[in-house]
Nanobody
Framework: QVQLQESGGGSVQVGESLRLSCAASGYTYSTYCTGWFRQVPGKEREGIAT?????????SYADSVKDRFTISRDPAKNMLYLQMHGLSPEDTAMYYC????????????????????????WGQGTQVTVSS
């Protein structure tokens, strides 16, 4: 059974940094889309960064986080990371990692352009709060 578990969230001040981690277990797929999403109350979950594990690990970012956030993975440890710099109150949200072996490369790239992307596996989320 696939399980995803996020960690690393917390409360920070404007301009500070955080690194989120997502530990995956039970995942045997070699090619899949994985990424980070976030949600605030009353809004649909939005994609912020994804990686498609083939095609050289192609990454995609939402415009709102481009140049501030970096997604990476360590396949040997089954870990996914999100390094966040220059945090602002607008980044306050619950952050989730997700994965799906059936999401195509194109859909993986497009997941950061839409809200409500459907992925098969989700973690429970980790809260990030940025105060001014």
């Amino acid at each position: 059974q696939v399980q995803l578990q996020e960690s690393g969230g917390g409360s920070v001040q404007v301009g500070e940094s955080l690194r989120l981690s997502c530990a995956a277990s039970g995942y045997t797929y070699s090619t899949y889309c994985t990424g980070w999403f976030r949600q605030v109350p009353g809004k649909e979950r939005e994609g912020i960064a994804t990686i498609y594990t083939s095609s050289g690990g192609r990454t995609s970012y939402a415009d709102s986080v481009k140049d501030r956030f970096t997604i990476s993975r360590d396949p040997a440890k089954n870990m996914l990371y999100l390094q966040m710099h220059g945090l602002s109150p607008e980044d306050t949200a619950m952050y989730y990692c997700a994965a799906d072996p059936l999401v195509t490369r194109r859909s993986c790239e497009e997941a950061v352009l839409i809200r409500g992307a459907r992925f098969r596996y989700w973690g429970q989320g980790t809260q990030v709060t940025v105060s001014s």
